[in-house]
T-cell receptor, first 116, second 113 residues
Framework: DTGVSQDPRHKITKRGQNVTFRCDPISEHNRLYWYRQTLGQGPEFLTYFQNEAQLEKSRLLSDRFSAERPKGSFSTLEIQRTEQGDSAMYLC??????????????FGPGTRLLVL | GNSVTQMEGPVTLSEEAFLTINCTYTATGYPSLFWYVQYPGEGLQLLLKATKADDKGSNKGFEATYRKETTSFHLEKGSVQVSDSAVYFCALRGSGNTGKLIFGQGTTLQVKP
């Protein structure tokens, strides 16, 4: 069990560019979550997948954001036409099959995005 | 909607002092409650959880009791160590099928020797 991994760990980009982040969940975890955390705040939910199906999206996830989880394994989060307000830490978490109230999410180290 | 409110930080304590970090929540139904910790330079780690009223979660000397009557889940530790210095997040998972967590803003704890 190697834990949740995210790549890259840091990304600096210019306003207007597209960026893509990758998350590899813990093996056999079928739920995968994306959160965004800005400085001094708690993580905010963006979206989640159960296997390859995207089941819920936050209204924070504008049409510039898209997430995929082909084959129900790794996931990618793409931000198109980045804006300075997109600068944040993007966190990925995974959990085993739905256990209702007992579900525990395991977080990756995050990808820190800075938009200049 | 569901929400979590934590006490403002930073909290600065001397080693071996008693710690309380307040957390209150607003939610419909019966949420599950969590405390996560983020050590400097590391990712979020689950510290403890409670899934129903009056449950007590505990781990590494930390405890929190799910109080439905006061909608609270305060984190406590009897004797803090320098190594406990971190940011602590209270979170809830709503009842129903959604798995998403709703976090408080975090409380920074600094323990001095």
């Amino acid at each position: 069990d190697t834990g949740v991994s995210q790549d890259p760990r840091h990304k600096i980009t210019k306003r207007g560019q597209n960026v893509t982040f990758r998350c590899d969940p813990i093996s056999e975890h079928n739920r995968l979550y994306w959160y965004r955390q800005t400085l001094g705040q708690g993580p905010e939910f963006l979206t989640y997948f159960q296997n390859e199906a995207q089941l819920e999206k936050s209204r924070l996830l504008s049409d510039r954001f898209s997430a995929e989880r082909p084959k129900g394994s790794f996931s990618t989060l793409e931000i198109q036409r980045t804006e300075q307000g997109d600068s944040a830490m993007y966190l990925c978490a995974s959990s085993p099959r739905d256990r209702g109230p007992q579900e525990t999410q395991y977080f990756g180290p995050g990808t820190r995005l800075l938009v200049l | 909607g569901n929400s979590v409110t934590q006490m403002e930080g930073p909290v600065t304590l001397s080693e071996e002092a008693f710690l309380t970090i307040n957390c209150t929540y607003t939610a419909t139904g019966y949420p599950s409650l969590f405390w996560y910790v983020q050590y400097p330079g590391e990712g979020l780690q689950l510290l403890l959880k409670a899934t129903k009223a009056d449950d007590k979660g505990s781990n590494k000397g930390f405890e929190a009791t799910y109080r439905k009557e006061t909608t609270s889940f305060h984190l406590e530790k009897g004797s803090v160590q320098v190594s406990d210095s971190a940011v602590y997040f209270c979170a809830l998972r709503g009842s129903g099928n959604t798995g998403k967590l709703i976090f408080g803003q975090g409380t920074t704890l600094q323990v001095k020797p």
